[in-house]
């Protein structure tokens, strides 16, 4: 039986600009190549989980708008349950601009009819039993807080993506069973900017978790290092896990399906050794493709690099 999955998060309309340099201030600069698709961590995180064998409801808000009408058909089309994806009266759908360069992004969002999701939202989509949450940053800060405590009261374990960068209040909320910045979430969460010296590079990287730990309560703290790989810190304990090498096109949702990947797989199974390798080569193939959704590899891709 498929874990059920709850995700609460952010859903936007992406564009995606291809650009052979950022261009200064007050430079114009032609785009090589543009298009527009699905994205926003809480809905790339859905889809993921969807994708690699979770039963996934998502919680969110679009716009009463063109774009809002096709993330809710895209997000189906994915079997994905939107029962409890809502419209705002007020605002447009959320909004982000992706500057791509030459295998690097640059990301602006606009939160737009994500800053209107409500408590009662929330309230309503933990009316049907789920086996865990998934959570990221990419929504207003009382509305994280409130869902994190609806999962805690109900005994429902949740995984906290804590992106995008932010000091985000952690003693606010209750333990989580999983919480996984990148360096940069890491460094703005800690102060400490990781870095790895040959003679004990992930001596820091244990420092970085201890403080995320004291500081949220998780279980386990599970670094996403990007080309330097993962780091899983647990009762005192750091392993360092390998990167895969790969031609970075796009890292727009590589973390994104690192999170997504990692939370199927420890629900389903239970075992965080495999989850952790499991979303190091999800995450690394996601970085292979252009684009946010459209890049997340199949359940099959992933199982062949594990084996």
Same mark, same amino acid.
């Given at each position: 039986m498929s874990a059920r999955i709850l995700v609460v998060g952010s859903i936007n309309m992406d564009l995606l600009l291809l650009t052979p340099r950022i261009p200064l201030s007050g430079e114009t600069l032609v785009s090589e190549e543009y298009r527009?698709?699905?994205?926003?961590k809480g809905a790339n995180q859905a889809v993921a989980c969807a994708m690699l064998g979770g039963d996934v409801?998502?919680?969110g808000k679009v716009g009463a708008d063109d774009f809002g009408?096709?993330?809710r058909r895209s997000l189906f089309s994915k079997n994905v349950n939107i029962d409890h994806l809502t419209a705002s009266k007020e605002k447009p759908s959320g909004f982000a601009v992706i500057l791509l360069e030459d295998g690097n992004n640059r990301i602006i969002s606009h939160l737009a009819a994500n800053s209107e999701l409500t408590k009662t939202d929330i309230d309503r989509a933990f009316t049907r039993p789920y086996?865990?949450?998934?959570?990221?940053?990419?929504?207003?800060?009382e509305i994280v807080i409130h869902a994190c405590w609806q999962a805690h009261t109900r005994g429902i374990?949740? /995984?906290?993506? #804590?992106?995008?960068?932010?000091?985000?209040?952690l003693e606010k909320i209750p333990a989580p069973l999983i919480i996984s910045p990148n360096e940069t979430e890491a460094a703005v969460m800690t102060g400490i900017e990781p870095s790895?010296?040959?003679?004990?590079?992930y001596a820091q990287c244990a420092y970085i978790s201890e403080v995320l730990r004291k500081r949220s309560g998780a279980v386990h703290v599970i670094l996403k290092l990007g080309e330097h790989g993962a780091y899983h810190y647990h009762d005192g304990q750091g392993v360092h896990y390998p990167p895969h090498t790969v031609k970075a096109i796009d890292p727009t949702a590589a973390g994104d399906v690192f999170t997504a990947a990692m939370a199927v797989q420890y629900l389903n199974h239970g075992d965080i050794p495999r989850a952790v390798r499991y979303a190091n080569i999800a995450g690394a193939l996601t970085a292979t493709r252009?684009?946010?959704?459209?890049? /997340?590899?199949? #359940?099959?891709?992933?199982?062949?690099l594990l084996r």
């Open positions: 527009f698709g699905p994205g926003g409801t998502f919680a009408l096709q993330l086996d865990g949450m998934v959570i990221n940053f990419e929504l207003p800060q374990p949740y /995984i906290l993506d #804590a992106g995008p960068a932010i000091d985000f209040p790895f010296r040959e003679s004990n590079p252009s684009g946010a959704q459209g890049s /997340i590899p199949t #359940a099959s891709m992933i199982e062949e």
